[in-house]
């Protein structure tokens, strides 16, 4: 287990009055304040939030004159093309603009790029096949905000382009000061302009796609009753592209998730329904994780290994038999990505151990042979691994091609922004990046951005927030049932995590078919126990408490239900 610093949260409210106002208890409202809740608003939002609490649309840069070109194509009988991207959340966004724009009468169709053909994003061959399909209008979706040659190219060409993205918009630095580059397309639709008063900026690509498609929708007529149809139907796609594209779980995020998991439960669509079916997710208990873990690597697989147009034909599929197929398919792609994943991460720290760079502040690890669509996945097992920011390449049909994942420190976007001559191409977020350059500046790249950091031993240390001590007495049903309403988890919204010190390990011992598990008991020091078990790195686990006997965890409490027994059981998180 990577050696982590615990910090407890000592944040001060009246935790009592809370409580009473919200019918919460003190621990819950403990809980809410420890995400950095402060203003009553917010606070009822976090516990209540829903649709109507969603902000207007048309406070997007450049919404209004995208729509005004829309419904001036649609008139006119314009072709219209959506260019969307290979992973989740491109697939769920041209899953919402197609359906969107097909039923208010718009003519209209999409391309997905191939991951390894193509590239990230618009290209000079989607505008000329474009071009030579008779396409009139350009609309992308989670790509474009970096594009700038490709979209000059388009207007060029005679093309009317409107790009709806949420990344971060490219900048040049002078004097200190940075100068943002904007593509220049027709309308630029993104929360991330320097010029956006949209208030909630952590949009993923698709929710930017419905925000577009709600609108348009009102300006067509569309009764209110139709678009709370539009929301039914399409909620379900920006909350498996939140989750998937590991958006913060908080404002608006948090309403989007809470809706769309509603939806999933009782799901219309096809294709999502089999895919849960095929890998045996309990929709009456669905979560977060299911999404996060389960169904979206799934729907990420068709991108990875194969081609997106089969997740989008899944989400998009009209009978069972169809979607049983389409699922079917993806599964096994995704078993296969799972063990290609498996071996790159093994080569990777191979590689790190016996390198001279092993104490590089930012990791750089090239793996020629790596299959191009997994080094992101493998960039954040060694980021995690190691806790450094990680950069993963691998030898493309042109070039390198690679992903970065970063730690909460390293603003990745930024630091490769400051040596993007290096770059062929490159975009991204603080905390995820893509790039691609030639062969002989790997080790220029590896030097420079290791210059360029200024990382302290501080900041490369793992910290584990813990929420508040919790003694066993205070651990019962009522609890585990009323932590459910802090849900749904994930970045930005983790599990609450509870701490106790000085307890005394009873009866340890590794379970499961793969040796997996770890189960003991645990007794604090007034004698009281409680069931506990741990998913981590069991082996390590055994050998500190046969050694150690008494120790400190942090832990999640919930209820274990085996064979009609029901029994309240920590799961280990932390141990010292």
Same mark, same amino acid.
């Given at each position: ?12 409210? =009246? $935790? ?20 950095? %809740? ?13 649709? *109507? ?9 450049? #919404? ?5 070109? !829309? *419904? ?49 994003? %618009? ?20 790509? &474009? ?86 929301? =039914? ?29 509603? !939806? ?10 089999? !895919? #849960?079916?095929?890998?045996?997710? =309990? /929709?009456?208990?669905?979560? /977060?994780?299911?999404? &996060? ?37 993806? *599964? ?8 290609? /994943? ?48 990680? $950069? ?41 990046? &893509? ?13 420079? %951005? ?16 813990? =929420? ?82 008494? #120790?400190?965890? /942090? ?22």
């Amino acid at each position: 287990m990577t050696k982590a610093v615990w910090m407890l949260h000592a944040k001060k409210a =009246d $935790f009592n009055g809370l409580a009473a106002r919200f019918h919460i208890s003190p621990i819950t409202a403990r809980i809410i304040r420890n995400r950095d %809740i402060t203003d009553i608003d917010e606070f009822d939002k976090y516990l209540n939030g829903s649709l *109507k609490d969603l902000y207007e649309p048309r406070l997007l840069p450049d #919404m209004e004159k995208a729509i005004s070109i !829309l *419904k001036e194509k649609i008139a006119a009988g314009a072709r219209i093309r959506i260019v969307g991207d290979y992973d989740i959340d491109g697939v769920c966004s041209t899953c919402i603009l197609y359906k969107g724009l097909s039923r208010v009468g718009a003519k209209v169709d999409y391309v997905i790029p191939e991951r390894i053909k193509d590239g990230y994003g %618009i290209n000079e061959h989607i505008i000329e096949k474009a071009a030579a399909d008779g396409i009139h209008m350009i609309l992308t979706c989670d790509n &474009g905000i970096a594009a700038m040659s490709e979209i000059a190219y388009g207007k060029e060409n005679g093309m009317t382009i409107v790009v709806t993205d949420h990344h971060e918009v490219p900048y040049l630095e002078e004097n200190g000061k940075k100068k943002y580059l904007l593509p220049p397309a027709d309308a630029v639709v993104d929360p991330h302009r320097a010029d956006c008063e949209y208030p909630f900026k952590g949009l993923c690509g698709a929710a930017v796609a419905y925000k577009l498609v709600e609108v348009l929708y009102r300006v067509s007529g569309k009764s209110e009753q139709e678009v709370e149809h539009l929301q =039914d139907n399409l909620m379900e796609n920006v909350a498996i592209a939140t989750i998937g594209d590991v958006m913060d779980l908080v404002g608006e995020n948090r309403v989007f998730v809470k809706k769309g998991l509603e !939806l999933l439960k009782t799901t219309k669509n096809e294709g999502l329904h089999a !895919l #849960m079916q095929c890998t045996g997710v =309990d /929709t009456a208990n669905l979560n /977060t994780y299911h999404i &996060g873990f389960v169904l979206g690597p799934c729907i990420n697989a068709g991108g990875r290994l194969d081609t997106a147009k089969r997740a989008l034909e899944l989400l998009n599929a009209s009978n069972r038999r169809e979607a049983v197929t389409l699922a079917a398919d993806l *599964k096994e792609l995704n078993d296969s990505r799972k063990e290609m /994943t498996e071996e790159g991460v093994e080569e990777a720290v191979r590689q790190i151990e016996s390198s001279s760079w092993k104490d590089d502040q930012v990791l750089v690890v090239y793996l020629p042979k790596c299959h191009e669509s997994i080094a992101g996945i493998i960039a954040g097992r060694i980021k995690e691994r190691y806790y450094r920011p990680t $950069f993963v390449l691998t030898r493309g049909e042109t070039g390198v091609k690679g992903s970065g994942r970063s730690i909460e420190a390293y603003d990745m976007f930024a630091e490769m922004s400051r040596c993007r001559e290096l770059f062929t191409k490159f975009g991204g977020h603080k905390l995820a990046a &893509g790039l691609s350059l030639e062969e002989e500046n790997v080790e220029v790249f590896r030097k420079r %951005i290791n210059e360029l950091a200024d990382l302290t031993e501080e900041d490369l240390q793992m910290k584990v927030s813990i =929420d508040m001590r919790l003694p066993f007495p205070y651990i019962n049903e009522e609890l585990i049932h009323e932590l459910k309403i802090l849900e749904p988890f994930g970045k930005g919204n983790g599990k609450p995590l509870f701490a106790e010190s000085k307890l005394r390990v009873i009866r340890p011992r590794i379970f499961g078919k793969n040796r997996n598990v770890l189960k003991c008991r645990l007794e604090d020091q007034q004698g009281n126990q409680m069931e506990a078990v741990y998913f981590g790195e069991v082996e390590d686990c055994l050998q500190q408490m046969e050694k150690k006997q008494i #120790m400190s965890f /942090t832990y999640y409490p919930s209820i274990n239900e085996y064979m009609g027994r029901r029994t309240i059981q920590l799961t280990i998180v932390n141990y010292q």
